[in-house]
């Protein structure tokens, strides 16, 4: 019986023994492994990472800059005709899109109230006049008188009062008639602005064209120009005669230039391509929300549209132009994405290690103004699997394409894709792998 619990125990223990070396062959593993995946991915982050990009050959070619800016189409020569004595419309016989000629009736003003005041004025001026002929009779009579007294005086037969009383009498006839008249003037003349308010009733057409705007109808009342600047009655436009009036910033309008050809599209004529000149830039700028942080400075610039197909432009049509503001042939150009901007670290550096000289301690603000750190153009440039960084000089550009100045040639592989990898991944020595089979890059993640 105790061989039999001796052996059982003996068994119990060798199966402990395996049990605990199983669990420390596992625990081995298990630590064996953690190192693994541990040296695997040091190994993998000191692997140099491969960066897909789209490249493109620096070749000659032309560019033309352009400027874009938007305005509605206007007509050249346009008149508004507004009212310039108040009251009553009683004629109105054109209507809005009508043709008019040169002297029609374009409106009719009831000139009724001012009739009143024609009747005041002239018998006015009649009971003036009936005035100066008493006056001029008395006249006569008085000089008659004053001359008998002079020959009585001579002879010594009047005294020296008699004859300062007839002259007296005589000159008082004069004032008084020189007085009549000069009121006979007064009331001419307050009768020719009531003759000129009532021919102001009348309008007519200063020139042909089309009525593009009609604000009052027949039987509204208006109110004359000494009411501020009047009632607008209507627009007569010549439409033979269409231009563009677009708003340019202050930066682009210095290079636009008198007789830049314009490409323009209008928004009702979406299938059809206008063009045009500029004839007219404003000297004078337009400010949108003067004293707040969103001012924009606007100037306008009119360009003349050639329409010699007869489309039926009108007046507040949209647009958007395309000036060309310069053009070059046979220039090196890169894609316009390609050239991307990295800070002037030299630049920065010299401005530390300069800025203790003697001659730098005066006009500190000048100094650092003159060394302030500023961005310098660059491109990427594919050689041997990686990518080198040469500054560039850049001239001008249009939608797709800009001009290399200096720092490239010929041939040259450059970076053109992605966005991402232009501005953000690429650097000095930056191993890439050149795909140019994708027509369209997808949108990088940030």
Same mark, same amino acid.
């Given at each position: 019986?105790?061989?039999?619990?001796?052996?059982?125990?003996?068994?119990?223990?060798?199966?402990?023994?395996?049990? #605990?070396?199983?669990?420390?062959?596992?625990?081995?593993?298990? $630590?064996?492994?953690?190192?693994?995946?541990?040296?695997?991915?040091?190994?993998?982050?000191?692997?140099?990472?491969?960066?897909?990009?789209?490249?493109?050959?620096?070749?000659?070619?032309?560019?033309?800059?352009?400027?874009?800016?938007?305005?509605?189409?206007?007509? +050249?020569?346009?008149?508004?005709?507004?009212?310039?004595?108040?009251?009553?419309?009683?004629?109105?016989?054109?209507?809005?899109?009508?043709?008019?000629?040169?002297?029609?009736?374009?409106?009719?003003?009831?000139?009724?109230?001012? /009739?009143?005041?024609?009747?005041?004025?002239?018998?006015?001026?009649?009971?003036?006049?009936?005035?100066?002929?008493?006056?001029?009779?008395?006249?006569?009579?008085?000089?008659?008188? %004053?001359?008998?007294?002079?020959?009585?005086?001579?002879?010594?037969?009047?005294?020296?009062?008699?004859?300062?009383?007839?002259?007296?009498?005589?000159?008082?006839?004069?004032?008084? $008639?020189?007085? &009549?008249?000069?009121?006979?003037?007064?009331?001419?003349?307050?009768?020719?602005?009531?003759?000129?308010?009532?021919?102001?009733?009348?309008?007519?057409?200063?020139? #042909?064209?089309?009525?593009?705007?009609?604000?009052?109808?027949?039987?509204?009342?208006?109110?004359?120009?000494?009411?501020? !600047?009047?009632?607008?009655?209507?627009?007569? =436009?010549?439409?033979?005669?269409?231009?563009?009036?677009? +708003? @340019? *910033?202050?930066?682009?309008?210095?290079?636009?230039? %008198?007789?830049?050809?314009?490409?323009?599209? !209008?928004?009702?004529?979406?299938?059809?391509?206008?063009?045009? /000149?500029? /004839? +007219?830039?404003?000297?004078?700028?337009?400010?949108?929300?003067?004293?707040?942080?969103?001012?924009?400075?606007?100037? &306008?610039?009119?360009?003349?549209?050639?329409?010699?197909?007869?489309?039926? %432009?009108?007046?507040?049509?949209?647009?958007?132009?395309?000036?060309?503001?310069?053009?070059?042939?046979?220039?090196?150009? @890169?894609?316009?994405?390609?050239?991307?901007?990295?800070?002037?670290? #030299?630049? #920065?550096?010299?401005?530390?290690?300069?800025?203790?000289?003697?001659?730098?301690?005066?006009?500190?603000?000048?100094?650092?103004?003159?060394?302030?750190?500023?961005?310098? +153009?660059? @491109?990427?440039?594919?050689?041997?699997?990686?990518?080198?960084?040469?500054?560039?000089?850049?001239?001008? =550009?249009?939608?797709? /394409?800009?001009?290399?100045?200096?720092? %490239?040639?010929?041939?040259?592989?450059?970076?053109? *894709?992605?966005?991402?990898?232009?501005?953000?991944?690429?650097?000095?020595?930056?191993?890439?792998?050149?795909?140019?089979?994708?027509?369209?890059?997808?949108?990088?993640?940030?």
């Amino acid at each position: 019986m105790a061989d039999i619990t001796n052996t059982k125990g003996a068994q119990n223990g060798a199966k402990k023994k395996k049990r #605990s070396r199983k669990k420390k062959i596992l625990w081995i593993f298990i $630590i064996a492994l953690f190192f693994l995946i541990v040296i695997a991915v040091v190994v993998s982050g000191k692997k140099e990472k491969i960066i897909e990009v789209q490249t493109e050959k620096v070749k000659r070619q032309s560019i033309t800059q352009i400027v874009t800016a938007t305005g509605k189409v206007q007509s +050249e020569t346009k008149v508004n005709i507004s009212a310039e004595v108040s009251g009553e419309i009683v004629s109105l016989p054109f209507k809005e899109g009508d043709e008019v000629k040169q002297g029609d009736l374009l409106v009719k003003i009831k000139p009724d109230s001012y /009739y009143p005041q024609l009747k005041q004025q002239t018998a006015a001026i009649k009971v003036l006049e009936s005035n100066i002929k008493a006056q001029e009779v008395n006249m006569r009579k008085n000089e008659l008188d %004053l001359n008998r007294v002079k020959e009585l005086y001579s002879k010594g037969l009047a005294s020296s009062s008699d004859l300062e009383t007839a002259q007296a009498n005589y000159d008082g006839t004069i004032a008084q $008639i020189n007085s &009549i008249r000069a009121q006979i003037n007064q009331q001419r003349a307050s009768l020719s602005a009531v003759e000129y308010d009532i021919s102001k009733t009348t309008i007519n057409s200063p020139m #042909s064209g089309t009525v593009t705007q009609l604000n009052n109808e027949l039987g509204e009342k208006v109110l004359g120009t000494s009411f501020n !600047i009047g009632s607008q009655i209507m627009t007569i =436009s010549d439409l033979s005669k269409m231009e563009c009036q677009v +708003e @340019v *910033g202050e930066t682009d309008v210095t290079y636009i230039k %008198l007789g830049d050809t314009a490409r323009i599209q !209008i928004d009702a004529f979406t299938d059809k391509v206008f063009t045009g /000149y500029v /004839y +007219e830039i404003a000297n004078t700028a337009t400010a949108k929300g003067t004293g707040t942080q969103e001012e924009v400075v606007n100037f &306008i610039v009119k360009i003349r549209i050639f329409n010699d197909e007869g489309f039926d %432009l009108r007046p507040g049509m949209s647009c958007t132009v395309d000036i060309e503001v310069n053009k070059k042939d046979n220039v090196f150009a @890169v894609p316009i994405q390609s050239v991307t901007t990295r800070d002037d670290d #030299s630049a #920065s550096f010299k401005f530390n290690e300069d800025k203790d000289k003697p001659e730098n301690l005066v006009n500190t603000k000048e100094t650092k103004s003159q060394k302030k750190m500023r961005p310098k +153009e660059i @491109v990427f440039v594919v050689e041997n699997g990686a990518v080198k960084k040469k500054e560039v000089k850049t001239g001008i =550009s249009d939608d797709s /394409y800009i001009e290399i100045i200096e720092g %490239l040639a010929e041939n040259d592989e450059v970076v053109k *894709g992605t966005f991402k990898a232009i501005n953000k991944d690429l650097d000095e020595g930056t191993k890439v792998k050149v795909d140019n089979a994708k027509k369209k890059n997808k949108p990088d993640s940030e």
